[in-house]
């Protein structure tokens, strides 16, 4: 009798451990389940926002590329990019131009795009003799981007290295954090320089610290030139800010003369043909997040689409 007493008791035990391990394994499958489950529904989120910003892009394409049809019907903008046009102004698709289902959730989420005129700074590509006037940028300094650029011997251009992104020019041996950051008495590199254009800067479009380094402009120049662009209410990057028509009106308008003059002839232009959009999608009250840019060119005849110069797309996490 005690002997199958403890024969039940040791199955009784048994049977609860046995319980127990399935009642864990089940719990660990649901929290399996239950994670692959966020992680599925994040993947989808993830996936429309880029698709989201994406598409944000292409909009600000079409956007770029009615810039100059635009433009054909005021010939006073025509081959002039200035920042009171349209393509300045940065857009929310969900507030402006029926774009998505209305059904679907977009409370505190957003889809915009923004345009970025490329040729408001120097091209580190294309070093005119303007960068010898640079002071963030040594004789030495200047001598390594000649070199990585191929400007030299025959023997230096078989091994031409473009630079693909601003941040690449931090690493040229001469190049001090300094330099690059900048401080009170200067502009940072990071802050005048990019990758795109064609190495003449746009007048319009160009920040007061750009404008302040190119050789013989002083602060009143500097100034004439803000003034005239932020049009009647003073203030730049609004839609009443006016452009010159070319470097011709510049002159004129502002009664430039002697080496000021002489300045902007060899380094400026008003218009541009390099941009760059950048998209961004946000989900689920900006909990998933994503980016895309893309930089064109544009062609000066019309019948020719943008040329894709480069492509980027960032999926900035939750």
Same mark, same amino acid.
């Given at each position: 009798?005690? =002997?199958?007493?403890?024969?039940?008791?040791?199955?009784? @035990?048994?049977?609860?451990?046995?319980?127990?391990? *399935?009642?864990?394994?089940?719990?660990?499958? +649901?929290?399996?389940?239950?994670?692959?489950?966020?992680?599925?529904?994040?993947?989808?989120?993830?996936?429309?926002?880029?698709?989201?910003?994406?598409?944000?892009?292409?909009?600000?394409?079409?956007?770029?590329?009615?810039?100059?049809?635009k433009d054909l019907l005021d010939p006073n903008q025509v081959?002039?990019?200035?920042?009171?046009?349209d393509w300045a102004r940065e857009t929310n698709l969900l507030?402006?131009?029926?774009?998505?289902?209305?059904?679907? +959730?977009?409370?505190?989420?957003?889809?915009?795009?923004?345009?970025?005129?490329?040729?408001?700074?120097?091209?580190?590509?294309?070093?005119?003799?303007?960068?010898?006037?640079?002071?963030?940028?040594?004789?030495?300094?200047?001598? +390594? &981007?000649?070199?990585? *650029?191929?400007?030299?011997?025959?023997?230096?251009?078989?091994?031409?290295?473009?630079?693909?992104?601003?941040?690449?020019?931090?690493?040229?041996?001469?190049?001090?954090?300094?330099?690059?950051?900048?401080?009170?008495?200067?502009?940072?590199?990071?802050? @005048?320089?990019?990758?795109?254009?064609?190495?003449?800067?746009? &007048? +319009?479009?160009?920040?007061?610290?750009? *404008?302040?380094?190119?050789?013989?402009?002083?602060?009143?120049?500097?100034?004439?030139?803000?003034?005239?662009?932020?049009?009647?209410?003073?203030?730049?990057?609004?839609?009443?800010?006016?452009?010159?028509?070319? @470097?011709?009106?510049?002159?004129?308008?502002? =009664? @430039?003369?002697?080496?000021?003059?002489? =300045?902007?002839?060899?380094?400026?232009t008003c218009n541009s043909n390099y941009f760059k959009i950048?998209?961004?999608?946000?989900?689920?009250?900006?909990?998933?997040?994503?980016?895309?840019?893309?930089? &064109?060119?544009?062609?000066?005849?019309?019948?020719?689409?943008?040329?894709?110069?480069?492509?980027?797309?960032?999926?900035?996490?939750?």
């Amino acid at each position: 009798m005690r =002997a199958r007493n403890e024969e039940s008791g040791f199955v009784l @035990i048994c049977v609860i451990w046995v319980v127990a391990l *399935l009642t864990v394994i089940t719990m660990g499958f +649901n929290h399996r389940a239950r994670l692959d489950r966020k992680a599925a529904v994040y993947s989808l989120d993830r996936d429309l926002a880029m698709a989201q910003a994406r598409g944000a892009v292409q909009r600000g394409m079409v956007e770029v590329r009615n810039k100059y049809l635009k433009d054909l019907l005021d010939p006073n903008q025509v081959f002039s990019t200035h920042l009171g046009q349209d393509w300045a102004r940065e857009t929310n698709l969900l507030q402006d131009g029926e774009y998505f289902l209305p059904q679907e +959730n977009f409370d505190n989420d957003g889809v915009w795009f923004y345009i970025e005129d490329m040729e408001r700074r120097f091209n580190v590509n294309q070093p005119r003799d303007i960068f010898e006037h640079l002071p963030q940028i040594s004789t030495g300094a200047l001598r +390594n &981007i000649h070199h990585r *650029l191929g400007f030299g011997g025959k023997e230096v251009l078989l091994v031409r290295q473009p630079f693909q992104a601003v941040e690449e020019v931090r690493f040229i041996r001469g190049i001090s954090e300094e330099d690059w950051k900048g401080d009170d008495d200067k502009p940072g590199l990071r802050t @005048i320089l990019t990758t795109e254009g064609s190495g003449f800067i746009n &007048i +319009n479009t160009a920040a007061e610290e750009v *404008l302040m380094s190119i050789p013989n402009f002083s602060q009143k120049i500097v100034d004439r030139v803000l003034g005239f662009r932020a049009g009647g209410d003073g203030v730049l990057n609004t839609p009443d800010d006016r452009g010159f028509r070319d @470097i011709e009106d510049v002159l004129k308008t502002l =009664a @430039i003369e002697g080496r000021s003059a002489e =300045a902007i002839k060899r380094y400026c232009t008003c218009n541009s043909n390099y941009f760059k959009i950048t998209g961004v999608a946000t989900r689920r009250q900006g909990k998933v997040r994503a980016q895309c840019a893309a930089v &064109i060119r544009l062609d000066t005849d019309f019948n020719y689409p943008p040329q894709l110069i480069s492509w980027e797309e960032t999926p900035l996490g939750a």
